[in-house]
């Protein structure tokens, strides 16, 4: 059935050529691409409007750490002649407000199924289709599914006992209630100090009557150096956007910045300590892929940035214990997902402000007035939970998702996932995944690393209908060579020392019996390496598929 087809309306149609799981920026964009090519699209939205992360994560001081001009769609070219960003790094409303508003200039809204989260899908190995159950109960067929589902958009929370007793007002950032909530004059507890919580801590301090913070590790955070954007600023930027957009797709990971080619070695100690200040004073990520490359590759080079950012926390921070405390002895700078900030070591001055180190003083239970350590109760009005995701893998295993011979992910991804290219799972055909685990789609500034990926995968779906294929599976030993690359790659960095998300390690054991397998989730090559690998199957006929016509 394709587009043309109008024996039934939108909303009474079960039956399409592609299913799209996600309306968030990923989402957005694949449900454009393939309508423009003429196919029937139907995509299933958990949430109640568009915009996937930028809808669900409304808590205090969420707000990008990508510029914001770098951060939107290269498509909408008439968003780009009118749409003003207000700030350098834009806040959680105004982003929603930007992916609302392309939803309504290109009329995204009318294929979207929203308030309907996907519990479940099987493969039909008679008719080569996917059968897609949702919570509404309402069930949908299509002959080819796209996974939106996004890298961080499962959210977990600690192995806490009497983790429901508390009575107070309890919220995961990730879940952020749309209305107000407000926190001033309470006694606020907020866990964990990852990136989410980095935001949402500097902003909770200014209100709460008090704010005590448990933090399991310290993470190296930077400056934001957030500015206004002026009409003049604005007129340039946008002056300079089809070189902007070319330009992005050939940086590491779609950021302004880039690694510097020359290395920390090539400087005296003197320039190289200038060259750290001139980062440090810089926007953004310009202190972490702006540096010179070596930090990413060589301990001694990172440990010099490392030496100049702990001079600068006890710069900020009032009390040596304190400073101590904030500073990083288990990582080298950028193995973990670098947080950016503005105010957040200053907070800790703050009389009304407590840290808590769980290493030092563990919490034993959640009670119903708060909280149980080692040393005593502290009471709280709110408990605030960020602690993060169970990151690229996470949404798509809550699915039920069984393909043929009756496997489910959960069981094919039972010692960690494995893709081919990070699109495709053996064993599940006519299922691809945009985002998910050891691909670079969303892997950094995502709309600049989602697009030319969706864009390949819009070209493969077309050429699916135009030349009638039926199935489409990755081979099994395409995806064991692909996963032992990313694996091996992986292991070689610097990131391979350190406990991250990236290896899933913020994830605790459900059976101690059997250990987790230590895999990477990620993807550790360059975008453009990325993006020309995928092009190079298109022009050589999709090897390391299994095509049944």
Same mark, same amino acid.
């Given at each position: ?11 009474e ?6 299913l ?18 003429g ?24 707000r ?49 199924e ?12 008679? $008719? ?5 159950? @949702?919570?509404?109960? !309402? *069930?949908f067929?299509?002959?080819? %599914?796209?996974?939106? #589902? ?44 990852? $990136? ?5 801590? @500097?902003?909770?301090? !200014? *209100?709460?009557?008090?704010?005590? %913070?448990?933090?399991? #590790? ?36 779609g950021?302004?910045h880039?690694w510097?080619?020359?290395?920390t ?35 001694e ?5 490392c ?5 600068r ?26 947080p ?5 070591y ?5 009389d ?67 893709t ?30 989602a ?24 081979d ?6 692909w ?13 391979a ?31 453009d ?21």
């Amino acid at each position: 059935m394709t587009a043309t087809e109008t024996a039934t309306t939108a909303t009474e149609k079960t039956t399409f050529d592609v299913l799209v799981i996600g309306a968030g920026i990923s989402g957005m964009y694949q449900l454009h691409l393939l309508r423009e090519e003429g196919l029937s699209v139907r995509v299933l939205e958990a949430g109640s409007d568009v915009g996937g992360t930028w809808h669900w994560n409304r808590y205090p001081g969420a707000r990008l750490d990508s510029e914001s001009y770098s951060y939107q769609y290269a498509f909408a070219t008439d968003m780009l002649e009118d749409w003003d960003w207000s700030e350098l790094f834009a806040g959680q409303p105004e982003l929603e407000r930007y992916y609302q508003t392309v939803a309504d200039r290109y009329d995204l809204r009318r294929d979207i199924e929203f308030d309907t989260r996907v519990t479940a899908m099987a493969f039909d190995e008679q $008719a080569n289709t996917w059968t897609v159950t @949702t919570d509404t109960g !309402k *069930t949908f067929v299509a002959p080819l %599914v796209i996974t939106c #589902t996004g890298v961080l958009s499962a959210p977990i929370y600690p192995h806490i006992p009497g983790i429901d007793r508390f009575k107070g007002e309890r919220y995961h950032t990730a879940l952020w209630p749309a209305e107000t909530v407000t926190l001033e004059n309470k006694k606020v507890i907020v866990i964990g100090t990852g $990136a989410t919580g980095i935001q949402a801590i @500097t902003e909770v301090a !200014k *209100t709460a009557g008090h704010l005590t %913070v448990f933090q399991r #590790t310290a993470n190296w955070a930077v400056p934001l150096r957030n500015q206004a954007m002026t009409p003049e600023r604005m007129a340039e930027i946008r002056a300079g956007y089809p070189d902007m957009f070319e330009n992005l797709q050939h940086t590491f990971s779609g950021f302004l910045h880039d690694w510097d080619p020359v290395p920390t070695t090539a400087y005296t100690p003197e320039e190289l300590q200038e060259r750290f200040q001139q980062a440090w004073n810089g926007p953004g990520f310009a202190k972490w892929m702006g540096l010179p490359n070596d930090i990413a590759s060589s301990a001694e080079a990172n440990q010099k940035w490392c030496d100049f950012l702990v001079e600068r926390i006890r710069e900020r921070v009032t009390d040596p214990a304190t400073a101590a405390l904030l500073t990083p002895n288990d990582h080298y700078f950028g193995t973990k997902r670098v947080p950016c900030e503005s105010g957040y070591y200053e907070v800790f001055n703050q009389d009304n402000v407590d840290l808590i180190s769980l290493k030092q003083n563990p919490i034993l239970e959640i009670t119903e007035t708060g909280v149980r350590t080692e040393t005593g109760d502290i009471d709280a009005d709110v408990i605030i939970f960020a602690t993060g995701f169970e990151a690229f893998s996470g949404a798509l295993k809550r699915i039920d998702i069984t393909g043929v011979g009756g496997i489910t992910l959960e069981q094919a991804w039972s010692d960690g996932p494995v893709t081919y290219l990070g699109v495709q799972v053996a064993g599940f055909p006519n299922l691809f995944i945009m985002g998910g685990p050891h691909g670079k789609g969303g892997h950094g500034n995502g709309p600049r690393c989602a697009e030319k990926v969706q864009e390949w995968m819009t070209d493969f779906a077309k050429h699916i209908f135009d030349e009638s294929i039926v199935r489409v599976e990755a081979d099994p030993a395409a995806q064991r060579e692909w996963s032992d690359e990313v694996q091996e790659r992986a292991m070689k960095g610097l990131m391979a020392q350190t406990k991250s998300a990236f290896f899933g390690d913020n994830l605790a054991d459900d059976d101690p019996a059997k250990p987790r397998k230590r895999t990477y989730l990620a993807y550790v090559g360059a975008l453009d390496e990325y993006v020309d690998r995928l092009k190079n199957l298109t022009k050589n006929g999709y090897p390391g598929f299994v095509i049944t016509s």
